[in-house]
């Protein structure tokens, strides 16, 4: 299982329906709007790390209102 934290920014007032349309989407764990340069913080998983970037191409980054994402795997050391 690959998990990871997804930075998003988004467009002015948008975090909050960003965040909860998000929040929907199979293999996000939580999704939460958030204050600094980032607007909403996504931790995902996934089984492989292909799989988890399709998430992240195909259904996180086509939600409305995202301008830009970071994508921060989860690694133990």
């Known amino acids: 299982m690959v998990q990871a934290y997804i930075l998003i920014q988004t467009d002015v007032g948008k975090a909050s329906t960003v965040a909860e349309t998000i ?6 764990i939580q999704a939460e709007d958030v204050t600094g340069p980032y607007d909403v913080i996504v931790r995902a998983q996934a089984d492989t790390v292909d799989e988890l970037g399709r998430l992240v191409v195909a259904k996180v980054q086509g939600v409305d209102g995202i301008t830009r994402t970071l994508t921060c795997p989860v690694v133990h050391l």
């Open 23 to 28: 929040s929907k989407i199979p293999g996000v």
